[in-house]
Structures are given as C-alpha cells and as structure tokens.
Antibody, heavy 122, light 107 residues
Framework: QVQLVESGGGGVQPGRSLRLSCTAS????????MQWVRQAPGKGLEWVAY????????YYAESVKGRFTISRDNPKNTLYLQMDSLRTEDTAVYYC???????????????WGQGTLVTVSS | DIQLTQSPSFLSASVGDRVTITCRAS??????LAWYEQKQGKAPKLLIY???TLLSGVPSRFSGSGSGTEFTLTINTLQPEDFATYYC?????????FGQGTRLDIK
C-alpha cells in the first residue's frame, strides 16, 4: 500500500525552528520527486517546496525561501522540511506529496500524507 | 506566478444534481491542470490530472475538460459523499499554484 506519513509538527514560538519528516512506504521513493504543500487553518492549499528524486534540484515558494530547506534521505525513505525563523503566518497543516510525471502534460500530486500541524505562536 | 481563479467559490446543490466548477488560469497552461477533492479534516485526494484524465478508481460521474486558460470539473448525479471542497492546480511552471477552492454544500 502506497503511503506517506508525516511527523514532527507541534507548537513553537516565532523565530524558532522545527523539522518535519515524511516516511514513504509501498513504493520506491528514490524514484520520485517529492513536494510539501501547506494549508493554513480555514484557508486553501499553498505549495511550499519541491525536491527531485536524487535531491539535486530544489524549488521553494517565495514565502519560505531562505528560511525552509527541503531534503531527503533515500536509503531511509524519508523526506524532510527544515523550518527556521518561523513566523506566525507559517501556522498550517503541512502535507508531503509524491510528484508523478510522465510524457506530455501528465503531472500530478498523489498520494498525500495525512498532514502534520505546525502552530507558531508566542 | 500563474493565478488560478475558481468559480463559484460556494455552491449549493442537491443529491442527484449535475454541477460544474470552472477554473481560469492567468496564462496558458496547456493541459497541466489537476483537480482535487478535500473533505473536512482530511488530506486532499486527486481526482483528475492532465485536465481530463480520471485517476483510476475515481467514479465516472467526475469528468474534466479544457485546455489553455479555461477548465471545468463536472460532477454528474451528485452523491452524498461528493459534498466537499474542490481545488484546481496548475503544474505548468513553478511556483505550482492552486485555485482558492470551491465549497460544495448540500442544499
């Protein structure tokens, strides 16, 4: 069964750091690019970061660039999101997703993890 | 950044109805568009990718169409489990962006 499980969320004060993890199972995670998406309480979906299958390429949303770092440990089937200098506006549920793509316009996010809540508050 | 605008933002319908949600892109994204369903407190689930390709296992009452800048998601014969929020997403260029969502409620 293809599955993604996030962990590491919790409450943190502004300016502090937190590291999220996402463990993959049921597929060869080293063959897939991965992404993080977040959703603030009561709001829509916001793309956060991308990492290629081998970690050589990374992209970030402007809102997190310079503060968040995406990485992966393929032998451990684990994706990470290091979040530094956290702000109150980073409060959200963070989802890890597998990025699928093929020829032409065949690109999609599936599956999604269950999400982990990060609350940034003083 | 490519902006996606969904309409309507809120939709009230009855079981058995047919509904259509529109997603407009601020620039040409070819067919690099996906649709997701999200139920309260749950992660989004993929329904359609490449604008019109139904993910295996998704009921055939869901369908997608469009290309370029205008796309639609249609749900035929609404079922009770279809009342949720729907998002479109463009995967043409980074940053990847989502529409603001369409909340589908029971009338």
């Amino acid at each position: 069964q293809v599955q993604l499980v996030e962990s590491g969320g919790g409450g943190v004060q502004p300016g502090r750091s937190l590291r999220l993890s996402c463990t993959a199972s049921g597929f060869i995670s080293s063959s897939y690019a991965m992404q993080w998406v977040r959703q603030a309480p009561g709001k829509g979906l916001e793309w956060v970061a991308y990492i290629s299958y081998d970690g050589s390429n990374k992209y970030y949303a402007e809102s997190v660039k310079g503060r968040f770092t995406i990485s992966r440990d393929n032998p451990k089937n684990t994706l990470y999101l290091q979040m530094d200098s956290l702000r109150t506006e980073d409060t959200a549920v963070y989802y890890c997703v597998r990025y699928n793509y093929g020829s032409g316009s065949y690109r999609w996010f599936d599956p999604w993890g269950q999400g982990t809540l990060v609350t940034v508050s003083s | 950044d490519i902006q996606l605008t969904q309409s309507p933002s809120f939709l009230s319908a009855s079981v058995g109805d047919r509904v259509t949600i529109t997603c407009r892109a601020s620039q040409d994204i070819s067919s690099y568009l996906a649709w997701y369903e999200q139920k309260q407190g749950k992660a989004p689930k993929l329904l359609i990718y490449a604008a019109s390709t139904l993910l295996s296992g998704v009921p055939s009452r869901f369908s997608g169409s469009g290309s370029g800048t205008e796309f639609t998601l249609t749900i035929n014969t609404l079922q009770p489990e279809d009342f949720a929020t729907y998002y479109c997403q463009q995967l043409s260029t980074y940053p990847i962006t989502f529409g603001q969502g369409t909340r589908l409620d029971i009338k």
